[in-house]
C-alpha cells in the first residue's frame, strides 16, 4: 500500500499534463521502428494463449495493410447507421417499429436489418410492471439534514415511489 502512495506521489511530480503529446502513426513497412514487431510479440501472445498458431511479422504486414481501411469503412458505416437511428430517437413520439436493429458483416457483403423487440416487462410491486428502461427518479431534498442520501434513505425512497405505500420488503436490482 505504501509503495503504491509512493509511486502516486512521483507521478504528481511529473506533471504529465505540462509535457508536450506527439503522435506517433503506424508505419508496417519501416523495420526500423518496432511497430511490426511490437505488434506480431503482442497477437502471438494473445494467439498463444486462445491455442491458435503464431505468425510471423511478414503476416502481420499483411493483415496490417487491410486492417486500416476494413476499420475506416466500418466505422464510417456504423457511425451512419447511429446517426439515422439517433435522428428518430430526437423526433419524439417515433413507434418502435421504425427503429432498426442491424447486423452488418462487410467481408460477405451481409447487411440484416430486424424491428426491435419491446422490453420485457417484469412484475413489479403490487401488480405493476416494469421494463428495465423505466426508471424512478429521487429528487434531492431541501432540507440540510435530509441532503446526505443514505442507503437506507434511498431505499426507503424507492419504495416510496414504486409502491405507493412503502410496505414492500426488498427489491431486485438488475
Known sequence: DNDMRS???????????KQPMHIAEFEKDDDTNGHV????????????????APVDAMETRRVAGRIVP?????????????????????????????YRNAFVN???PFFAFTTPLPAEEVEGLQGQTYTLW???TVK???KAEDRKL????LLKKVKKKAAGDGNADSFEIA
Do not use: H
Open 37 to 52: 514487431a511490437f505488434i506480431t510479440a503482442a497477437s502471438n501472445i494473445r494467439a498463444m494463449c486462445y491455442g491458435i
Open 150 to 153: 443514505t442507503l437506507r434513505r
Open 140 to 142: 434531492e431534498s431541501k
Open 134 to 136: 423505466d426508471r424512478i
Open 106 to 108: 462487410l467481408a460477405l
Open 7 to 17: 509511486n502516486l506521489a512521483l507521478l504528481e511530480k511529473r506533471q504529465f499534463s
Open 70 to 98: 476494413a476499420m475506416i469503412t466500418t466505422t464510417a458505416f456504423v457511425s451512419a447507421l447511429s446517426c439515422f437511428e439517433l435522428l428518430k430517437l430526437v423526433q419524439e413520439k417515433t413507434p418502435l417499429r421504425r
